[in-house]
């Protein structure tokens, strides 16, 4: 039975109450969800206490400080990623809309502004899907544990030529990925805080190839230990995903539509994209392994509606409507530091010292979805520059009494 659905919805009420006096992050405050999309009610600052001006100032901070990048995110990956030894991308690329950003407070919109309906790449926050992906895996016992090594969930898998461990990239022989003398002690807990340092090559990007260093260790440095350092690593990220994608054996998009983006009343414009070469076969049929970023085209495709409902979603640690879509439990690990880096939770769960019980969801561009339960707050700020956006979250946190 799925962890998260062996509560009954009486001992759901009793652990809701017991959670809000223990832990001031749970929420209580909030009554008010918004339907399936476009249903969502708007509220001006001035209905709910809070100082218009004070909003206004925030929504002209964050026009002001769009990113100066191409809007052709295509041609900014030749600019950037694409430069990197087979950089080539291989997953799709939109026009990006203007800077473009919404506000929602105690669950209302209280600001929206550029153009919150358009669909856009939305990079590394493709990891906050992801790691969601694997929380349920984890609540419906697919996974037993967060410290169990990953090789005992994996099937043999046949992948193009050039993919594999090191000194197995060749030929078609199913491969294990999880077979090397090191991947073997991984876990999927070292996957989630992308402390792993697999050795390998998935869909033809090898690990070092991500960011590279100095070419002379291309491929030869030593190895750290699974779990003793951090590298913030895409071709490791889609490892996860596709590790994910076995245990499930459906397509992760249609796993995160039916247990979170159909609940919480996301809209159909959104899509999760692998890469053109990530296709595996289970079971006899043909399965697109997502991707976790936009590092070479793909990831989460949405809009800033959608992705102010799943930063809801987060900030009610799985719960919407008093439906618990994703457990306690999961949310538990995934908003802990690490202890290597102290700065993330579970992939891309970006955690503050500066303003300690809130998250940010993170990605290049930047796509930003700040959460700050005990403020009742969800920024998403889209093409922004990171100190103009440090100054919108400031400035709506002082409107709303935060400091």
């Not at 090594?149 to 990925?177: A, Q, T």
């Not at 992760?252 to 595996?280: C, K, Q």
Request: proline share 6%; net charge negative; glycine share 10%.
């Amino acid at each position: 039975m799925p962890r998260h659905t062996a509560l009954r919805p009486t001992a759901l009420a009793l652990c809701a109450a017991a959670l809000f006096l223990t832990t001031p992050h749970v929420l209580t405050a909030q009554t008010y969800f918004p339907g399936r999309h476009p249903d969502w009610e708007r509220r001006t600052p001035e209905q709910l206490g809070l100082d218009a001006a004070a909003i206004q100032r925030a929504v002209d901070i964050a026009v002001a400080g769009e990113s100066q990048s191409p809007r052709d995110l295509a041609f900014n990956h030749l600019r950037s990623f694409g430069r990197e030894p087979l950089g080539d991308a291989v997953g799709p690329f939109t026009i990006r809309a203007p800077q473009t950003g919404v506000i929602v407070y105690k669950g209302y919109i209280i600001a929206e502004w550029g153009e919150p309906a358009k669909s856009d790449n939305t990079f590394s926050v493709s990891k906050s899907f992801l790691s969601t992906s694997v929380g349920l895996a984890y609540d419906h016992g697919l996974i037993g544990d967060v410290d169990d090594l990953v090789r005992d969930y994996m099937p043999p898998i046949v992948l193009d030529i050039g993919d594999g461990e090191p000194g197995d990239e060749n030929g078609r022989r199913p491969k294990l990925l999880f077979d090397s003398e090191h991947n073997r002690k991984i876990t999927w807990d070292h996957l989630l805080r992308q402390t792993s340092d697999w050795e390998g090559t998935l869909w033809g990007k090898p690990e070092w190839a991500d960011r590279p260093e100095d070419p002379g260790t291309w491929g030869t440095r030593p190895r750290n230990e699974p779990g003793t350092a951090y590298e913030y690593n895409d071709t490791r990220v889609n490892l996860l995903g596709l590790a994910a994608t076995a245990v499930w054996r459906r397509p992760l998009p249609e796993v995160l539509r039916e247990f979170v983006m159909d609940p919480i009343g996301a809209s159909t414009t959104w899509a999760w994209h692998g890469y053109e070469n990530s296709w595996v076969n289970f079971d006899g049929r043909m399965i697109q392994s997502p991707s976790g970023g936009a590092h070479w085209g793909g990831g989460m495709i949405l809009s800033a509606y959608d992705q102010a409902r799943f930063g809801l979603f987060t900030m009610h640690r799985g719960n919407w409507n008093g439906e618990q879509l994703l457990s306690e439990d999961w949310f538990e690990m995934a908003t802990t530091a690490g202890e290597v880096n102290t700065g993330f939770g579970f992939m891309n769960f970006s955690l503050s010292d500066a303003r300690p019980g809130t998250w940010t969801h993170v990605g290049a561009g930047s796509n930003l979805i700040y959460v700050d339960p005990a403020n009742d707050l969800v920024i998403v700020c889209r093409w922004i520059r990171g100190g103009a956006f440090n100054q919108v979250v400031q400035t709506v946190r002082e409107a709303v009494g935060g400091s």
